[in-house]
T-cell receptor
């Protein structure tokens, strides 16, 4: 089955700096890659996703890149703000019925 | 938030007792999922459903069973709870698993003593 590895497990940045979280996946048939943000005590919520026919997608301060050849994708957050502090999860799906999640990255933005 | 509720939101039980968690949706989505969340493991799929009475196993299905008798309800049962099943359980729904967002419920915190 699919295996998704996520790094780093924790990330601390100064407010205004950029943050990058990386994920690798094992199943070359995977074609859908969402990113979820989970604030403390809350449910995971989708912040951005990318499909395998696209190399990059951007939404304001958030962007995701996908390298199908290397089987990795990354989340980029620019101009970080304290409210970006949360746990971020990547996931991959191979057009089946399941999402496989990475282990999560705890992002801390220091004011 | 999408119309998903989970009940109970918190539960403390003892080893060996049966436990049923309920997920209810008002979105009429076809797919429903049960995940467990543990530190360092992200979200792991327990079981999912692709229609009424249609279910399949996920990554960590041992010790769990599910049922879906109506589109809006998906039940997760721990037949005989163990301490290793202490976790936060999330239900999720989706119109299409590959190309649409999965919406998560608020979660149920289960503690097995």
């Amino acid at each position: 089955g699919e295996n998704v590895e996520q790094h780093p497990s924790t990330l601390s940045v100064q407010e205004g700096d950029s943050a990058v979280i990386k994920c690798t996946y094992s199943d070359s048939a995977s074609n859908y890659f969402p990113w979820y943000k989970q604030e403390l005590g809350k449910r995971p919520q989708l912040i951005i996703d990318i499909r395998s026919n696209v190399g990059e997608k951007k939404d304001q301060r958030i962007a995701v890149t996908l390298n199908k050849t290397a089987k990795h994708f990354s989340l980029h957050i620019t101009e970080t703000q304290p409210e970006d502090s949360a746990v971020y999860f990547c996931a991959a799906s191979n057009a089946g019925n399941m999402l496989t999640f990475g282990g999560g990255t705890r992002l801390m933005v220091k004011p | 938030d999408a119309g998903i509720t989970q009940s109970p939101r918190h539960k403390v039980t003892e080893t060996g007792t049966p436990v049923t968690l309920r997920c209810h949706q008002t979105e009429n989505h076809r797919y429903m999922y049960w995940y467990r969340q543990d530190p360092g493991h992200g979200l792991r799929l327990i079981h999912y459903s692709y229609g009424v009475k249609d279910t399949d196993k996920g990554e960590v299905s041992d010790g769990y069973s599910v049922s879906r008798s109506k589109t809006e309800d998906f039940l997760l049962t721990l037949e005989s709870a163990t301490s290793s099943q202490t976790s936060v359980y999330f239900c999720a729904i989706s119109e299409s698993p590959s190309y649409n967002e999965q919406f998560f419920g608020p979660g149920t915190r289960l503690t097995v003593l």
